[in-house]
């Protein structure tokens, strides 16, 4: 019921920037909150950022923030993660998620189950 489809990855240099985007389409006025995750080789799917879709309030994890930006545009319904003085630990295919309105009953918006919809995903390269 809602489709979503991420584009901007690439191969970037250490200290270089890269923008990710994520359009949704389909029953898109059921969307709460979006999010980014990403999942290096050999490792679990992490939370990276998240943003309410009506207040835009925003969480990030730890490691990206003063470096990361997620940004959201209602009207196009697309979510933006501006990832800046990118690291070679950032490498990852980074998956787009939204959730319904029961993300607010959990209030975790760093949890993949608290998402019903993901997308397939974009693979940012940083190399050093």
């Known amino acids: 019921q809602v489709q979503l489809v991420e584009s901007g990855g690439g191969d970037v240099q250490a200290g270089g920037s890269l923008r990710v985007s994520c359009a949704a389409s389909g029953r898109t006025f059921g969307i709460y909150a979006m999010g980014w995750f990403r999942q290096a080789p050999e490792k679990e799917r992490e939370f990276v950022a998240a943003v309410s879709w009506s207040a835009g309030r925003t969480y990030y994890k730890d490691s990206v923030k003063g470096r990361f930006t997620i940004s959201r545009d209602n009207v196009k319904n697309t979510v933006y993660l501006q990832m800046n003085s990118l690291k070679p630990e950032d490498t990852a295919v980074y998956y787009c998620?939204?959730?319904?309105?029961?993300?607010?009953?959990?209030?975790?918006?760093?949890?993949?189950?608290?998402?019903?919809?993901w997308g397939q995903g974009t693979q940012v390269t940083v190399s050093s």
């Open positions: 998620a939204a959730g319904d309105w029961e993300i607010y009953s959990t209030g975790r918006y760093d949890l993949r189950d608290s998402y019903a919809y």
